[in-house]
């Protein structure tokens, strides 16, 4: 797509600012003037960006109670060549955020899909968080409930305790966040080490990066912790934790999920088959080993 020339039919992705308006890049500005739709996760947050630049395109709602339906409708202009963008409130569409269900249904019927890259959350939290960028898995939202935001804990403890040992990006929410740090220091310990990182790209941007037990400590010697975060977990075990995990043996680990969890024996050896990467007769027959 050279700088002068009209803009190509298809769907474009555009990403928008997370804070600090200046980081709109010039392409997006230009896709977002001169598509006939923009597809807005909501209409009047992404008015207020385009009545800022100056843009005068007629928005639409995508969001994901009306994403699939919207899709197709998207889908028939697209077909009949029109040019559209789809943002989300803040960032990359898409990642945490609708898109996907179009970007699929665009690609199934043979239509352009152009990325716009710009902000993300994710990426701008994880090389500025001081953790290793090397390899690095992104989870979305921690889940809400405590028993299940443990169970993944524990399963992206087993995997750094394999060898996995990316950094693990998490998004997270100002009144879950004490919660959150009391279940990682539960599971991995008191001195793995984090990066929280708040309110990215505003006035009040910040890294708390550490030991979980400074970082929770940090957090509740305040009144109120506002604002967006990110959560980020070092891929490396300490010598102890490592240790520890090592020695748990499948029998307590399957004991643990039952009874932690409340799975049932046949998907808690499931589970284990896949977080230890084993054929599950080989985890049943040591299930079975154990009872005797
Ligand atoms: N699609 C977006 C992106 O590319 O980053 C993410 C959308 S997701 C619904 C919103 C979450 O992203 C927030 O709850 C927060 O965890 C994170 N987030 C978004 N903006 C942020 C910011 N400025 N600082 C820190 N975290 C942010």
Known sequence: MSESAPLAPGLYLVATP???????????????????????EDTRQTQKLLNHFGIETRTVSYHLHNEQSRAEELIADLRNGARIAVVSDAGTPGIADPGVEVVQAAIAAGISVYPIPGASAALSALIASGLDTEQFTFRGFLPSKSGERKSLLEIVKTEMSNGHRATQIFYETPHRI????????AIFSASHRITLARELTKLHEEFLRGTVVSVRAEIEKREAVRGEMVLLLSGDLDASTQNASEKQSIADEIRSLMERDHLDEKEALKRVAKNRSLGKSEVYREWQRSKR
């Open 18 to 40: 997370i804070g600090n308006l200046e980081d709109i890049t010039l392409r997006a500005l230009r896709v977002l003037r001169s598509c006939d739709r923009i597809a807005c």
């Open 178 to 185: 004490a919660d959150a740090l009391a279940d990682i220091e």
